[in-house]
């Protein structure tokens, strides 16, 4: 993940711009996809090629500091898990866009990017957006090819 990525936390990001929920990781995988190809390379999101398509295989590690640090709650009590900001998270990201925009020339375009994603593909099934054309490519690929 290059510097800007990590200062920039795209996957806070997206989850965010979905307003604090997402319903699946695989769905959540699928958008980050979706960015990294938005961002045309600019991106070092790693993914690779799994089961079901592309995989970003640093989401789980990501996912786990966010909930530990109180700002991301999973319900795996059913399928597909339910991922949500936590009131502290939406504080967190309410502060920390505006504190980016500020500071960073850099975030607006981020920011872009996101929404744009999440306009685009937000209400869609992870099912769903498996079926495009980008997706149904990189599937071509051997399991565990980075992409």
Do not use: C, W
Not at 4 to 11: I, L, M, Q, T
Not at 26 to 46: N, Q
Not at 114 to 124: L, M, N, P, S
């Amino acid at each position: 993940m290059t510097d800007e990525d990590k200062s920039h936390h795209p996957r806070l990001m997206v989850l965010h711009e979905s307003g604090g929920h997402i319903e699946g990781r695989a769905k959540f995988h699928k958008l980050l996809y979706k960015y990294r190809g938005e961002e045309d390379g600019r991106s070092s999101i790693e993914q690779i090629r799994e089961e079901r398509g592309p995989f970003d295989p640093g989401l789980s590690k990501a996912m786990q500091r966010y909930v530990d640090l109180g700002i991301v709650e999973v319900d795996e009590s059913d399928e597909p898990h339910k991922i949500g900001e936590t009131e502290k998270g939406e504080r967190y990201m309410s502060g920390f866009e505006r504190t980016k925009s500020r500071l960073d020339s850099k975030f607006a375009r981020t920011k872009e990017f996101v929404a744009d994603v999440v306009d685009k593909h937000g209400g869609r099934s992870a099912r769903d957006i498996v079926q495009d054309e980008d997706v149904q490519e990189d599937k071509d690929n051997p399991y565990g090819k980075e992409l």
